[in-house]
């Protein structure tokens, strides 16, 4: 089955602090994707990327930025962090055209910006 | 844009009760609709999908039909289990895969023994 991994379970950093969550695919998924999961928000997708260093905002990219240098591992980048960056975030990758085609999540990292 | 609403909970019930989560959503085409379930400390794994208008969904127990008419894509299970305890995700997507989808808020579910 797919294995979607994420870096970190739980993270802890400072404001200001520059910050990388990490995620890599085992499937050879064309998708990837970033989400943050906060309480009563659902979930919101952050950036996704369908290509070897191509990438397209999702719905609330401010304050964040990614790299996708190999087609297994998609980075988030926290340039400068802050409290209000305190989040679950979601990794997530799928291959499209697919009949089944779905995402597959990572466990998500806890991140607190203190 | 596109949105999906959903019963937001939490919602505690007995097991063998009977569950519903209404998800209703707006979207300007034809979006595929899905069900996505969280099991505690877990990422998101897809429970069930449809694809077009009466579509039927269905997984482990549950079942979700595609009602085009109302606009809804209601999840229910004649009988839950301790098991169930998760928070479901109801989602749309408008290009029919996984390209960008949109979440409801989502909705915790405990079941009791």
């Known amino acids: 089955d797919v294995k979607v991994t994420q870096s970190s379970r739980y993270l802890v950093k400072r404001t200001g602090e520059k910050v990388f969550l990490e995620c890599v695919q085992d499937?050879?998924?064309?998708?990837m994707f970033w989400y943050r999961q906060d309480p009563g928000l659902g979930l919101r997708l952050i950036y996704f990327?369908?290509?070897?260093?191509?990438?397209e905002k999702g719905d609330i990219p401010e304050g964040y930025s990614v790299s996708r240098e190999k087609k297994e591992r998609f980075s988030l980048i926290l340039e400068s962090a802050s409290t209000n960056q305190t989040s679950m975030y979601l990794c997530?990758?799928?291959?499209?055209?697919?009949?089944?085609?779905?995402?597959?999540f990572g466990s998500g990292t806890q991140l607190s910006v203190l | 844009g596109d949105s999906v609403t959903q019963m937001e909970g939490p919602v505690t019930l007995s097991e063998e009760a009977f569950l519903t989560i209404n998800c209703t959503y707006t979207a300007t085409g034809y979006p595929s609709l899905f069900w996505y379930v969280q099991y505690p400390g877990e990422g998101l794994q897809l429970l069930l999908k449809a694809t077009k208008a009466d579509d039927k969904g269905s997984n482990k127990g549950f079942e979700a039909t595609y009602r085009k008419e109302t606009t809804s894509f209601h999840l229910e299970k004649g009988s839950v289990q301790v098991s169930d305890s998760a928070v479901y995700f109801c989602?749309?997507?408008?290009?029919?895969?996984?390209?960008?989808?949109?979440f409801g808020k989502g909705m915790k579910l405990t079941v009791n023994p």
């Open positions: 499937m050879d998924h064309e998708n």
């Open positions: 997530a990758s799928s291959q499209p055209g697919q009949t089944n085609e779905k995402l597959f």
């Open positions: 990327s369908y290509d070897v260093k191509m990438k």
């Open positions: 989602a749309l997507s408008d290009k029919g895969g996984s390209e960008k989808l949109v």
